[in-house]
């Protein structure tokens, strides 16, 4: 099938302004971006106020844990240390060893993907950071409006932006977990609503400074994922096809960020090799173009779907020079690693947020076996 495109003008990089052609992965490219989302705000709301507050070395914490979670403390601690292990679950997940081994390699120990010794020991001297903090929901963060998305494209074409579903969905993308890890460390609770105290994922490196961020309705989007900006600087990045990961590596070669990723399927493979970003474009719109998918009928209307987290990309577009091809966001958090995809490389919401800002023109990227 071709994977011709027409060209999209889009909010990318700073200092660069840029055309370009990008790709059919998922199903179809975003285009023209973030920058006159209708719900563009000059300040942060509520989602701020939820940012966490952390003792210093050696001081208690504020927060308490209402019960031992070894597994979701060191799942936080990973995260915030950069070594994401994509849904914070409180268990030993495959996402979970991903990050353990590109936590291991990045602190010279051996490399296991088990929570061993060496790594607790490590991870320790964080030790007053427990797995869980209460936040009270804002009211502003709470307000709608939530529905189901329609499946039909042309039917989401016709929304101011597609946005969260529920509050749930909301809030679990705030503190980087599901809806079903929320209601399970908050049993018995009301449903979640403005004003109620909820315990959550302790997701930290979620300040905001917004002299780095001077697109109002990105800087929203950061916070309603709980980002921060303080992020490292992505000299190259590697992605695996083989270990479904996406490291980064600092101008010195050390790796300071590893995510789990979707890659790719037998029938749109990773395509293997060198190369490099043309862009970045936040909060995507998408051209859903059903000729250029195998597994989607020619029948069916082109759509331009609106920008929001559940767009088929997610928050994010990083477009590479091989045609065709990003790394982006997803509606599915859940699945990451697990299901397949057209072609290109997926991750969180939350995740590609942060590696949105990590990446440059200068990074090197490389697609491996």
């Known amino acids: ?124 001297r964080q030790s007053n950071i427990p797995a869980t903090r ?28 597609l946005g969260y579903a529920s509050l749930d969905e909301k809030l679990a993308e705030r503190f980087h977990t599901t809806p079903e890890v929320l209601h399970a460390l908050n049993p018995g609770a009301a449903p979640f609503a403005a004003g109620a105290k909820l315990r959550v994922p302790n997701v930290g490196a979620d300040a905001i400074d917004p002299a780095q961020v001077s697109d109002a309705a990105w800087r929203q989007t950061l916070a309603n994922l709980g980002v921060g900006t303080d992020q490292p600087r992505a ?54 173009n059903p000729e250029l998918f195998w597994d989607v009928s020619d029948a069916k209307p082109d759509a331009m779907l609106p920008p929001g987290p559940n767009s088929p990309v997610g928050v994010a577009w990083i477009d590479l020079s091989k045609p065709h091809y990003g790394i982006h966001g997803t509606p599915e958090p859940a699945m990451i690693g697990k299901t397949e995809s057209h072609g290109c490389v997926r991750l969180t919401n939350w995740d590609v947020a942060r590696l949105a800002q990590m990446v440059s023109q200068q990074t090197k990227v490389e697609f491996v076996a």
């Open 1 to 124: 099938m071709t994977r011709d495109r027409r060209l999209a003008s889009s909010a990318f990089l700073p200092l660069v302004a840029l055309a370009l052609t990008i790709a059919a992965c998922d199903r179809s490219a975003p285009e023209d971006g973030a920058s006159n989302s209708s719900n563009a705000t000059a300040s942060l709301p509520g989602a701020d106020s939820m940012a966490s507050h952390d003792a210093g070395p050696g001081e208690a914490s504020a927060s308490r844990d209402d019960q031992p979670r070894p597994e979701m403390q060191a799942q936080v601690l990973l995260e915030r240390a950069g070594f994401a292990p994509s849904v914070i679950d409180g268990t030993i997940s495959p996402s979970t060893r991903n990050a353990l081994r590109a936590f291991q390699q990045a602190n010279g120990l051996t490399v296991s993907g088990e929570l061993d010794d060496a790594t607790r020991a490590i991870l320790s």
């Open 235 to 288: 000299a190259r990045i590697v992605v695996s096809r083989s270990a479904g990961t996406l490291m980064v590596y600092d101008g010195q070669d050390k790796p300071v960020a590893a995510f789990t990723v979707t890659t790719g399927s037998q029938h749109d493979p990773l395509p293997l090799g060198n190369w490099k970003i043309n862009g970045v474009d936040r909060n995507p719109k998408y051209h859903f």
């Open 134 to 161: 209460l936040v009270t929901v804002p009211a502003d963060f709470a307000a709608g409006a939530f529905a189901p998305l329609p499946k039909d494209p042309s039917a989401q074409a016709k929304l101011p932006s």
